[in-house]
């Protein structure tokens, strides 16, 4: 993947928005994450804040048509460390020989 790639996903809320998104100045400021989760974040951003901005619930219908996860955003997160091991799943290993 190339920052290329990483542009089109950023640009999509603004494709579907149309002329709408010509009449506002956008900047967003993302940090942490590598390139493509940068790009998704500032891709939720510009789409909330378009319908929001907007109050328009047909550009909202747009977004939720196109990809859900321009408005409603990703439920996914890591899972919490537990005792027994470096990490949320593996384990120390045990040797009874």
């Not at 998704?40 to 804040?49: S, T």
Request: net charge positive; charged share 30%; aromatic share 6%.
């Amino acid at each position: 993947m190339s920052p290329e790639v990483a542009r089109m996903k950023i640009e999509e809320p603004l494709i579907i928005a149309g002329e709408r998104s010509k009449q506002v100045d956008i900047r967003v400021n993302v940090e942490g994450g590598g390139v493509m989760g940068q790009a998704e974040a500032a891709r939720i951003a510009i789409a909330r804040a378009l319908a929001g901005w907007t109050k328009s619930s047909e550009l909202r219908k747009s977004f939720m048509a196109f990809d859900r996860v321009m408005i409603a955003g990703d439920q996914r997160v890591t899972e919490p460390k537990k005792f027994g091991g470096p990490g949320p799943r593996r384990r120390k290993q045990k040797s009874y020989r």
